[in-house]
């Protein structure tokens, strides 16, 4: 599909492999269902996607968000990590009735944990559900994830920002719930990924939301964005363009300070692109930052490198480092069989 905006008084041309914009939600979770349909399955008249073998003897996983950070969320639904993700529509939060749509669904008595991310429509719709659903007799909880090193606040947040480390708190927490553990106690292996975590992304460009036809943010030919959201927001700062070690040199020296590495600590690390940087690039990425964790004597327990949280097409990618005990490590490693993650 072909569609037209006037962009700075020139018009562009959009081009996006689509049918109808208003059907792009629908349509992508019917491929994602109809490519799993031994695990995954679809809430008639819901934007939810669900394991199809429902667990009843744990503790049921759900999180979501707006669409267009795929795989998140739906990506991450399965043995091992989450049993439902609600899915708004494009960068945007899903309304409450969807929210509680899904925790009927894959609600236990053991209970259930909603792993929020930072950003104000989310943990309003969220705890607005959760709030309904514990009227209605069900035991919930929730975590917020606000893994964002680069910006205390922003057009969509009060406080940082949660991104792609998110991703492992729906791992941990997700191994967590496997092993039969109770609502507090997968709680509260979500809440200390949180507190043991940071992430800082950058971009060499904007990405174009197909329902505005335009890019959130301009930069020149020559720059790159510092710290910018996964919704398309501004960073912090821009950049000229530079070899791409300096960039990683920078954003990992963040991270480190805020965690405070130090030798003989051990971490997990994701290098995540935001959905048009090549491998080859996040190989790269990947390659300075575990140099320098090995020149820091931090031991590297699992890396993950690829595209786990995206922007759409934005060519950019983020770097997330989880600070690991016995504990986490050992749920980190632990097995998952998701479209968006496999560990085995």
């Known amino acids: 599909m072909v569609t037209y905006s006037l962009c700075l008084g020139r018009m562009i041309i959009l081009k996006k492999f689509i049918n109808n914009i208003n059907d792009i939600v629908p349509e ?12 995954l399955e679809r809430i008639d008249g819901f934007n939810i996607i669900i394991r199809k073998n429902k667990k009843n003897n744990k503790v049921a996983l759900i999180s979501g968000g707006g669409s267009g950070h795929e795989p998140a969320h739906a990506g991450y639904v ?7 993700a609600v899915c708004g529509e494009i960068f945007t939060s899903p ?4 929210v509680i749509s899904a925790i009927h669904a894959v609600g236990t008595k053991q209970g259930t944990l909603l792993i929020i991310k ?3 429509g989310d943990v309003m719709n969220f705890e607005m559900a959760m709030e309904m659903a514990q009227s209605e007799g069900y035991t919930c909880d929730y975590v917020i994830v606000n893994d964002d090193l680069a910006l205390e606040n922003s057009t969509f947040t009060t406080g940082k920002r949660g991104i792609a480390g998110t991703i492992f708190v729906h791992k941990i927490a997700g191994a967590k719930a496997e092993t039969g553990a109770s609502l507090a106690e997968v709680k509260r292996v979500a809440e200390k990924v949180i507190a043991n975590l940071g992430s800082y992304g950058i971009s060499a460009d904007a990405c174009t939301v197909p329902a505005n036809g335009k890019k959130s943010f301009i930069l020149a030919d020559n720059e790159v964005e ?7 927001e501004p960073g912090v700062a821009k950049t000229t363009i530079k070899p791409v070690d300096e960039f990683v040199t920078d954003l990992y020296q963040k991270i480190k300070d805020h965690l405070k590495l130090t030798a003989n600590d051990h971490v997990g690390v994701m290098i995540n692109g935001l959905g048009g940087t090549p491998l080859m690039e996040l190989s790269i990425v990947a390659r300075k930052t575990l140099k320098l964790l090995a020149a820091d004597q931090v031991t590297c327990e699992k890396t993950f490198v690829g595209n786990y949280m995206t922007a759409l097409e934005m060519p950019g990618f983020s770097i997330s480092i989880l600070k690991l005990d016995q504990e986490l490590t050992e749920l980190l490693k632990a097995k998952a069989v998701t479209p968006g993650m496999v560990v085995v």
Do not use: C, R, S, V
């Open 226 to 232: 510092i710290g910018l959201g996964i919704h398309g």
């Open 95 to 98: 309304t409450p009735d969807q």
């Open 28 to 39: 992508m979770l019917e491929g994602i269902t109809l490519a799993n349909p031994a695990t």
């Open 78 to 84: 399965g043995e091992g990590m989450l049993d439902a």
């Open 118 to 120: 930072n950003y104000t």
